[in-house]
């Protein structure tokens, strides 16, 4: 994990997503904390990494996400190279999806 985005800030935003019940209090809390621009671009930058993830040209992934090729290959580097967090999230909804 890169260690410049290990600070007390950091930690103060994450114990603050973690304290979120639901997906109501995430709506309230992020549209807050964040520009609409900010969270769609979060939001697009998931949506390609589950489209990668299920084998979707980068073609496919630009004309459903409107994400730049330059968006698409950040985040394959991420999946590919990165820290699993992506997995690890994708992971977890599966599981909560089947009703593990």
Not at 5 to 32: G, M, P, Q
Not at 44 to 69: C, H, P, W
């Amino acid at each position: 994990m890169n260690k410049k985005i290990r600070t007390n800030a950091v930690d103060h935003l994450f114990d603050a997503i973690l304290s979120l019940k639901d997906k109501e209090e995430c709506y309230i809390f992020f549209e807050d904390l964040c520009t609409v621009n900010e969270l769609l671009s979060l939001s697009q930058r998931f949506e390609v990494a589950a489209m990668l993830r299920n084998r979707k040209t980068y073609l496919e992934i630009a004309d459903k996400t409107g994400a730049s090729t330059a968006t698409i290959s950040r985040v394959n580097r991420s999946l590919n190279y990165g820290n699993d967090g992506y997995e690890m999230v994708f992971g977890r909804m599966e599981k909560k999806e089947s009703g593990e």
